[in-house]
Each structure stands twice: as C-alpha cells, then as structure tokens.
C-alpha cells in the first residue's frame, strides 16, 4: 500500500536506507532521524509503501533543493514495481508544486543509474564524490507519463503499480 510518509515511518525508514547494498552509507549516522524529519515536514514530502505492515520502500523529494532527497527499496522487495510507483508519484507531486527542473546524485555503475536512464532522467555532469548528477524537466516528465498512460490503457494487466500509474494522472 502507498501512502503519504510520517514522522512515525522514520524508523522503519532509517531500516529501509541502512538495508540497500548499493549506494550505501558509509556511516548509518550521517542521515539522522533529525534530517528525516526535516525533509518529510519542512523541505519536501516523502511516500513510504508498506507490505503487511512494513515498510517495503521509501521516497522523499526536497522540494526546497529542487532534488529527490532519497529513494530505495528493501532488498527483500526489489524488482516489483515499488520503485516506479515510488518514484513516479513523487515527480507527480513535485511538478504539482513547481515546474522547475528537478535533480538526484547517484553513484555510477549502479542499478539506481540504469533505472534513472530508463526513467528518461539526462545525466548533466558530476555531483559531491563523484555521483552523477541528473535532471528531470517538467516537460520531459508530462510526456512520458502521457506515453505511459497511453500505453497502460492499451497493454496494462492486473498489477497494481501499473494501475496505480494510470490513475494518478
């Protein structure tokens, strides 16, 4: 189930982000449940899909940095859809506020690099210790969820993520 995050998700959350075995903190303490907190009330708003009562994946969109603060799923949950339904509401919301251009860091020769490209994020340069820094522009974004709900209303079957990408346009 996806629903809007709280101050209550942070733990489960804080289990989600120290979980990934790709783009890993190098020490848990340097994202604190205070930074959380910050970013899903202050700065932006965050989304949490739960599986049975725990926490399966984690989006949170800095809408005062213009970026996508964080996004991962649970190892134990990867390849399901979590993260497109994650990820594609956020950039719902975010160009629901604004429509200024959107960015992220990711590390290279990562999962998260070839899911951003496929997502039709461009990859713009390099950001903090050698992340590559990509963008997403609100007309980019409005294309290709015109093309996705096109293409769900011709091929979509009964998972729910896809349904849940065609009704959130």
Known sequence: MLRDATIDDIPGIQRVRN??????????????????GLYLTKRGKGWVYEINGEIAGFAIVDLAGKNIWALFI???YEGQGIGQLLHDTMLDWYFHQTS?????????????????RGLG????GV???????????????????LQNKQGCLLSCNDNPTSKA????L
């Open 19 to 36: 979980s990934v075995t790709e783009n890993t903190l190098s020490d848990p303490a340097l994202v604190s449940d205070e930074d959380c």
């Open 74 to 76: 649970h190892p134990r």
């Open 100 to 116: 200024e251009k959107i960015w992220l860091g990711t590390a290279p020769n990562t999962r998260a690099e070839l899911f951003y």
């Open 121 to 124: 994020w461009t990859a713009v």
């Open 127 to 145: 950001h903090g210790k050698g992340e590559i820094k990509f963008e997403m522009t609100m007309d980019v974004w409005s294309t290709r969820r």
């Open 165 to 168: 990408n065609t009704l959130m």
